[in-house]
């Protein structure tokens, strides 16, 4: 089983990029999820929360994203996107999504591979 994360790449600041973190077999579903960046030398950081389907979903966010960005579970569970609006430099790092993937299984707590994103004029 992989999280597969998805759609970094180099953006002009104030624009917009989409991440996207999927299970890697359709008969997984993703439940309490996370996304993190980490820029080189320095320590990964968490960017947004979604709670459990069981907790209401609830979602929160790092304070240095919150109004920017929006973490959300759609495709039944399939995948959960971060959408990351008015990007700026200081948001240029490696993301990860984490998220806890069950099916034919209990949960089990997985990490994507990271996706890069570079905001640069």
Same mark, same amino acid.
């Given at each position: 089983v992989q999280l597969q994360a998805s759609g970094g790449g180099l953006v002009?600041?104030? !624009? %917009?990029?989409?991440? %996207?973190c999927a299970a890697s077999r359709s008969?997984?579903?993703? &439940? $309490? $999820?996370?996304?993190y960046r980490q820029v080189p030398g320095q320590q990964?950081?968490? =960017?947004a929360s979604i709670g459990s389907v069981q907790s209401g979903s609830t @979602?929160?966010?790092a304070d240095f994203v919150k109004g920017?960005? @929006?973490? %959300?579970? #759609? &495709? #039944?569970?399939?995948t959960v996107h971060?959408?990351?609006n008015n990007l700026t430099p200081e948001d240029t790092a =490696?993301?990860?999504?984490n998220a806890e =993937?069950? !099916?034919p299984f209990p949960e089990v707590d997985y990490w994507g591979q990271g996706t890069l994103v570079t905001v640069s004029s």
């Open positions: 002009q600041p104030g !624009g %917009s990029l989409r991440l %996207s008969d997984l579903k993703i &439940n $309490a $999820a996370n996304w990964r950081e968490l =960017v @979602t929160d966010y920017r960005f @929006t973490i %959300s579970r #759609a &495709n #039944a569970q399939k971060l959408q990351m =490696v993301y990860y999504c =993937v069950y !099916g």
